[in-house]
């Protein structure tokens, strides 16, 4: 079976060497990890680490619902498509991966190694309410004229006390 790609014209592809697309020669593997507060108080607060190594910080308030690392700065929240292909879990895409209110930030992709990566959420503030909301990693393909999503390597709900702390591993 042909991997399913998702394109940012809401195209499902299917890639292989029928269509000419050659992953060696005409595009490159990105990656992005996402981290959304899903409950009314925007307050989760945490320093985020990749495989121990602090990639920045998400802060969560009133005008800020999300925090999106990529790898690429063509990849953006438009990459997301909601509800179609692999995504269709992604119940959060109205508050999350579409809102204008998410902050975006470029990191270097060799943050993200071969086999298993670790992904730290270590709390650094406590308002007095619950943390919870969705965190996701992808593997991107990014085209001459697409982004595509080539995999989620990781999608799970974070939900604890506000001083919780939160430890996720996904594989490349």
Same mark, same amino acid.
């Given at each position: 079976?042909?991997?399913?790609?998702?394109?940012?014209?809401?195209?499902?592809?299917?890639?292989?060497?029928k269509?000419?697309?050659?992953?060696?020669?005409?595009?490159s593997?990105?990656?992005?990890?996402?981290?959304?507060?899903?409950?009314?108080?925007?307050?989760?607060?945490?320093?985020?680490?990749?495989?121990?190594?602090?990639?920045?910080?998400?802060?969560?308030?009133?005008?800020?619902?999300?925090?999106?690392?990529?790898?690429?700065?063509?990849?953006?929240?438009?990459?997301?498509?909601?509800?179609?292909?692999?995504?269709?879990?992604?119940?959060?895409?109205?508050?999350?991966?579409?809102?204008?209110?998410?902050?975006?930030? !470029?990191?270097?992709? %060799?943050?993200?190694?071969?086999?298993?990566?670790? /992904?730290?959420? $270590?709390?650094? @503030?406590?308002?007095? =309410?619950?943390?919870?909301g969705?965190?996701?990693?992808?593997?991107? !393909?990014?085209?001459? %004229?697409?982004?595509?999503?080539?995999?989620?390597? /990781?999608?799970? $709900?974070?939900? @604890?006390?506000?001083? =919780?702390?939160?430890?996720?591993?996904?594989?490349?």
């Amino acid at each position: 079976m042909s991997p399913l790609f998702i394109s940012k014209n809401n195209k499902i592809i299917t890639v292989d060497n029928k269509l000419g697309i050659d992953e060696a020669c005409c595009c490159s593997i990105e990656y992005g990890i996402m981290i959304c507060n899903a409950n009314a108080v925007r307050d989760d607060n945490f320093d985020v680490k990749l495989n121990g190594e602090k990639i920045g910080v998400h802060s969560a308030n009133d005008a800020v619902e999300g925090t999106f690392w990529v790898t690429n700065q063509r990849i953006d929240q438009n990459a997301l498509k909601c509800g179609v292909g692999p995504i269709q879990e992604f119940e959060l895409c109205p508050i999350c991966a579409e809102a204008p209110g998410v902050g975006l930030q !470029l990191i270097e992709n %060799n943050k993200f190694v071969a086999g298993n990566n670790t /992904l730290d959420m $270590v709390n650094t @503030g406590t308002k007095g =309410a619950a943390n919870y909301g969705r965190v996701w990693a992808f593997e991107f !393909l990014v085209l001459a %004229n697409d982004v595509l999503i080539k995999q989620i390597l /990781l999608s799970d $709900v974070y939900d @604890g006390p506000n001083n =919780a702390s939160f430890a996720y591993n996904f594989n490349i």
